[in-house]
């Protein structure tokens, strides 16, 4: 028998435009950021946490401008909860 010790195996590293499309995917079950519905917007920028909002909001609306009033309306409504 060996004494070596078991190789562990990292992960790759996980880029944030992954970890948004994963968000995308799981807050409303939209396939890509492409199908993305308006009405779901708010569910996915409400998904993240405070510190990684600014972050998230741009990728989304870097890849669909059009989704860019939806997100400053979820955006506004996070805000207003925050202090109500």
């Given amino acids: 028998m060996s004494d070596?010790?078991?190789h562990t195996?990292?992960?790759a590293p996980v880029s944030r435009d992954?970890?948004?499309a994963s968000a995308v995917?799981?807050?409303v079950a939209a396939d890509s950021v492409e199908q993305l519905?308006?009405?779901d917007v708010d569910r996915v920028v409400s998904l993240v946490d405070a510190a990684d909002r600014t972050a998230l909001t741009g990728?989304?609306?870097a890849r669909r401008p059009d989704l860019a009033g939806?997100?400053?309306e979820a955006l506004?409504?996070?805000?207003q909860e925050a202090y109500a």
């Fill in 59 to 61: 990728w989304l609306i």
């Fill in 76 to 79: 506004s409504a996070l805000a």
């Fill in 70 to 72: 939806a997100v400053a």
């Fill in 9 to 11: 195996v990292s992960p």
């Fill in 25 to 27: 995917a799981v807050a």
């Fill in 37 to 39: 519905r308006r009405c």
């Fill in 4 to 6: 070596a010790t078991p």
């Fill in 18 to 20: 992954q970890i948004w």
